[in-house]
């Protein structure tokens, strides 16, 4: 099993532009998350999806976009890009509403 | 409201000394327990979890963490500390939900 994966692992955007970034794990886990990692405030939750067709908001929704067509696969768009977007992205995905495993984060930088 | 807490920032140790992480947190029952380590440019590897009974819960990597209802608190430790475990550690909840709630972080330094 490779896991959770992530592509890319880094990106440069300029204000304004859009991009996805990918997320899929074959593990066949229900549950699947996006995160952002800023310095000094730990993890905090962007959107989650508890299966296929399903998705909802978590803590820092805005600017971002979801869907979830299958179980494996689980983007996360960016609409029109902004500093305030600089960040390391992680996807997570679990079996259970309760542990999460990580992939290896996409490092992403607005100018 | 639900948090968790993490108090301590950094953290410098010495190599082969022991190790305590605090983990404190605030919510009306008994939260589902985890804790994760990230070494530098990498992803979160879950060391280990609490979900109920014995309230001393072993880990990866010789880790082990301790649930204390009366404190809420759910400290991690370990006897004595090598060079590879110097990371960032996170305590991480899940309050009943579909979501994990993340404690800000303890980096952790370790001096030979």
């Known amino acids: 099993n490779a896991g959770v994966t992530q592509t890319p692992k880094f990106q440069v955007l300029k204000t304004g532009q859009s991009m996805t970034l990918q997320c899929a794990q074959d593990m066949n886990h229900e549950y699947m998350s996006w995160y952002r990692q800023d310095p000094g405030m730990g993890l905090r939750l962007i959107h989650y999806s508890v299966g296929a067709g399903i998705t909802d908001q978590g803590e820092v929704p805005n600017g971002y976009n979801v869907s979830r067509s299958t179980t494996e696969d689980f983007p996360l768009r960016l609409l029109s890009a902004a500093p305030s977007q600089t960040s390391v992205y992680f996807c997570?995905?679990?079996?259970?509403?309760?542990?999460?495993?990580f992939g290896p984060g996409t490092r992403l930088t607005v100018t | 409201a639900q948090s968790v807490t993490q108090p301590d920032i950094h953290i410098t140790v010495s190599e082969g000394a022991s190790l305590e992480l605090r983990c404190n947190y605030s919510y009306g029952a008994t939260p589902y327990l985890f804790w994760y380590v990230q070494s530098p440019g990498q992803g979160l590897q879950l060391l280990l979890k609490?979900?109920?009974?014995?309230?001393l819960v072993q880990g990866i990597k010789g880790f082990e963490a301790e649930f204390k209802r009366s404190q809420s608190s759910f400290n991690l430790r370990k006897p004595s500390v090598h060079w590879s475990d110097a990371a960032e550690y996170f305590c991480a909840m899940n309050f009943g939900n579909e979501k994990l709630t993340f404690g800000t972080g303890t980096r952790l330094t370790i001096i030979p």
């Open positions: 997570a995905s679990s079996p259970s509403p309760y542990e999460q495993y």
């Open positions: 609490y979900f109920s009974g014995d309230t």
